[in-house]
């Protein structure tokens, strides 16, 4: 809640359908795409409604001015009585954007990455003329390659708990270190985000990450792990443009 407005999340596949019973906007793809902000009314409260989300699902972000906040939240759940919802906390948000591999700045992004490593070359505008700060250092990364990669991981075994923090290593050695983790409960184990680098400080190509055995030491014990540079669920982002 900031000092005027409180802010909800409402996401999931049936966030569509609950929303429209409290608004005369239109919601559909076509009119309401992904990433377009705007006013609409909801219930008795006009709401600043952004169409992202941080957990992978379709969804809105809905700016609710606080004098409106109590009989907002419960209008959503009066109107979604005979749907599945319910209240989310961090551990659920969490987990599911790390089934996205979605980044956490303070965890996965600190001032010590950069976007290449952090596989956010896309969001440079290295195609323009455009200059902007550290794009120097950004195209030297690119050209000397990335001694670092982040990747999306899952533990074979769905048994260990993972908070974040633990050693990974490759082919028996020492080689990253996982900087988010929780139990997924899409993927039936834990999973999250590591960075990976090499021993002799080459770069870290997509070859390497790919041929190697890799391992996670949660507790003192080392648990078979599969690692991508892409999300460990729905990769394609389909469900977030549905």
Same mark, same amino acid.
């Given at each position: 809640?900031?000092? &005027?407005? *409180?802010? +909800?999340?409402? #996401? ?8 429209? %019973?409290?608004?005369?906007? @239109? =919601? ?57 919802? &319910?209240? *989310?906390? +961090?551990?659920? #948000? ?8 979605? %980044?956490?700045?303070?965890? @996965? =992004? ?133």
């Amino acid at each position: 809640v900031s000092s &005027s407005y *409180a802010v +909800y999340g409402v #996401m999931g596949p049936a966030s569509r359908t609950l929303l429209e %019973r409290l608004t005369r906007a @239109d =919601l559909s793809d076509e009119a309401f795409p992904f990433a377009t902000s705007r006013q609409i009314d909801l219930g008795y409260s006009t709401a600043q409604a952004t169409r992202i989300t941080y957990v992978g699902e379709l969804g809105w972000e809905l700016y609710v001015p606080c004098e409106f906040a109590v009989g907002v939240f419960e209008d959503l759940f009066d109107a979604g009585s005979d749907l599945p919802l &319910s209240n *989310a906390g +961090y551990y659920a #948000m969490n987990a599911l954007r790390l089934d996205k591999g979605y %980044r956490a700045f303070g965890s @996965d =992004l600190t001032p010590d990455h950069n976007p290449v490593e952090a596989g956010l070359r896309f969001t440079c505008k290295l195609q323009s003329g455009m200059d902007f700060v550290g794009r120097r250092a950004v195209e030297r990364v690119i050209a000397e390659g990335p001694r670092r990669r982040l990747v999306s991981f899952r533990l074979v075994d769905p048994e260990p708990m993972m908070w974040g923090g633990e050693l990974v290593l490759r082919d028996g050695e020492a080689a990253g270190q996982v900087t988010s983790a929780a139990w997924s409960g899409t993927l039936g184990t834990s999973a999250g985000l590591a960075y990976i680098w090499r021993r002799d400080r080459e770069a870290v190509t997509a070859e390497h990450l790919t041929t190697g055995t890799y391992e996670i030491n949660v507790g003192g014990r080392l648990h078979a792990a599969t690692i991508g540079l892409r999300a460990t669920f729905d990769p394609s982002n389909e469900r977030v443009r549905s």
